[in-house]
């Protein structure tokens, strides 16, 4: 059966690679379908061609029934409109993900104008973010942003620049650091919903990487998979007790976390994905139920100094609210997403996301 090259998985997240590994030690692998699309455009889609070589030769997808269908290379697409959609064994190509989206990526970019980003660029731009966030930890978590062959370059200017982790191992790697960093991704919780239903599938996606991951790693759950971040981190919390390090925030831009507040013309401090007074809210309820010692990692548009600069200031107005950023965009580019929206036949995704047909997708494995 085809593999993933060793040389590859390096490239690849970390949190995609220790998942597969959960799934297969737990006996979990749903059928799901995974839907790619982009938030920039109207514009022209590129990078298909090798993204799908990518799955045809590297992955089980089609030895097991599983299938791509997708736009054509170099046809139009409006933003949001889905652009692949992949359906198959969830630990067939859960490894995947980080490398058909940055072909994708960086493809999509250079096709619709934008110049190829340097290393000196991304330098630049962490090293601004440290000197907003000099305390905090910071992440970079750009690897499906670009193609998979800058990922080396690009860590090693985050890291020089001020950065204390890449998502990557090949990043970490080559930036000086032993190994890459990451917990859970949504596609772990969602393969848990599909088993055990979406109310507690966030704590059952922590229980399960607790009892497969290295001691080592600190245990941080991501909560804002059903868009009930404060229910699921006290959830989770009381569930791994002292062994919660810190719960993760990535809300779908979508949406309105969990004890936020709607817009009130103050950009990252109202209004939809991850806010102030969403952080905020999450901060009260676990520091009110006992669990002080239980840090926040944010991430989702902290490429953005203007972010940054509203939790900095929230921050001396309200005291402490985060303790690590996971940052992707330090450069511009046209960056895909993937989201599960099917998992075993029946829709099932994070909250602000849904299946979308797309009559202009043709069969490609």
Same mark, same amino acid.
């Given at each position: 059966?085809?593999?993933?090259?060793?040389?590859?998985?390096?490239?690849?997240?970390?949190?995609?690679?220790?998942?597969?590994?959960?799934?297969?030690?737990?006996?979990?692998?749903?059928?799901?379908?995974?839907?790619?699309?982009?938030?920039?455009?109207?514009?022209?889609?590129?990078?298909?061609?090798?993204?799908?070589?990518?799955?045809?030769?590297?992955?089980?997808?089609?030895?097991?029934?599983?299938?791509?269908?997708?736009?054509?290379?170099?046809?139009?697409?409006?933003?949001?409109?889905?652009?692949?959609?992949?359906?198959?064994?969830?630990?067939?190509?859960?490894?995947?993900?980080?490398?058909?989206?940055?072909?994708?990526?960086?493809?999509?970019?250079?096709?619709?104008?934008?110049?190829?980003? @340097?290393? #000196? =660029?991304? !330098?630049?731009? /962490?090293? &601004? %973010?440290? $000197?907003?966030?000099?305390?905090?930890?910071?992440?970079?978590?750009?690897?499906?942003?670009?193609?998979?062959?800058?990922?080396?370059?690009?860590?090693?200017?985050?890291?020089?620049? @001020?950065? #204390? =982790?890449? !998502?990557?191992? /090949?990043? &970490? %790697?080559? $930036?000086?650091?032993?190994?890459?960093?990451?917990?859970?991704?949504?596609?772990?919780?969602?393969?848990?919903?599909?088993?055990?239903?979406?109310?507690?599938?966030?704590?059952?996606?922590?229980?399960?990487?607790?009892?497969?991951?290295?001691? &080592?790693?600190?245990?941080?759950?991501?909560?804002?998979?059903?868009?009930?971040?404060?229910?699921?981190?006290?959830?989770?919390?009381?569930?791994?007790?002292?062994?919660?390090?810190?719960?993760?925030?990535?809300?779908?831009?979508?949406?309105?976390?969990?004890?936020?507040?709607?817009?009130?013309?103050?950009?990252?401090?109202?209004?939809?994905?991850?806010?102030?007074?969403?952080?905020?809210?999450?901060?009260?309820?676990?520091?009110?139920?006992?669990?002080?010692?239980?840090?926040?990692?944010?991430?989702?548009?902290?490429?953005?100094?203007?972010?940054?600069?509203?939790?900095?200031?929230?921050?001396?107005?309200?005291?402490?609210?985060?303790?690590?950023?996971?940052?992707?965009?330090?450069?511009?580019?046209?960056?895909?997403?993937?989201?599960?929206?099917?998992?075993?036949?029946?829709?099932?995704?994070?909250?602000?996301?849904?299946?979308?047909?797309?009559?202009?997708?043709?069969?490609?494995?």
């Amino acid at each position: 059966m085809p593999q993933l090259p060793d040389a590859l998985r390096a490239h690849v997240d970390k949190y995609f690679l220790r998942s597969r590994h959960i799934l297969k030690a737990e006996g979990v692998d749903p059928v799901v379908t995974m839907q790619v699309f982009f938030r920039d455009g109207p514009g022209v889609f590129a990078g298909i061609d090798e993204a799908a070589a990518l799955l045809r030769d590297t992955s089980d997808l089609a030895a097991h029934g599983g299938t791509l269908h997708s736009l054509p290379e170099g046809a139009p697409y409006a933003p949001l409109e889905p652009v692949m959609h992949i359906e198959g064994r969830l630990t067939d190509f859960i490894e995947h993900e980080t490398l058909y989206l940055g072909i994708i990526s960086a493809a999509t970019s250079l096709a619709n104008g934008l110049p190829e980003p @340097g290393p #000196d =660029a991304v !330098a630049a731009r /962490a090293a &601004a %973010i440290r $000197a907003l966030v000099p305390d905090k930890q910071l992440m970079y978590f750009g690897a499906r942003h670009w193609h998979p062959r800058s990922e080396e370059a690009f860590c090693r200017a985050a890291v020089k620049a @001020g950065f #204390d =982790a890449c !998502a990557t191992d /090949a990043g &970490a %790697i080559a $930036a000086g650091l032993a190994a890459g960093v990451g917990t859970i991704p949504h596609a772990l919780v969602l393969a848990f919903a599909g088993t055990c239903g979406r109310e507690h599938a966030t704590r059952e996606a922590a229980l399960a990487f607790d009892r497969h991951t290295e001691a &080592a790693c600190p245990r941080v759950a991501l909560v804002d998979t059903f868009n009930h971040e404060i229910d699921d981190a006290l959830d989770t919390a009381q569930a791994l007790g002292e062994k919660l390090a810190a719960v993760r925030l990535d809300t779908a831009g979508e949406m309105i976390g969990q004890g936020g507040a709607p817009a009130d013309g103050r950009p990252y401090w109202t209004g939809t994905g991850v806010t102030v007074a969403g952080t905020l809210a999450v901060r009260r309820a676990l520091d009110a139920a006992g669990f002080e010692n239980v840090g926040i990692v944010l991430s989702s548009g902290f490429g953005n100094p203007e972010k940054i600069k509203a939790f900095v200031e929230a921050e001396k107005q309200y005291g402490r609210l985060f303790e690590s950023l996971g940052i992707g965009g330090l450069f511009r580019s046209f960056a895909a997403t993937a989201d599960i929206v099917r998992v075993g036949g029946i829709d099932l995704a994070k909250t602000g996301r849904s299946y979308r047909p797309n009559p202009r997708l043709a069969r490609v494995i």
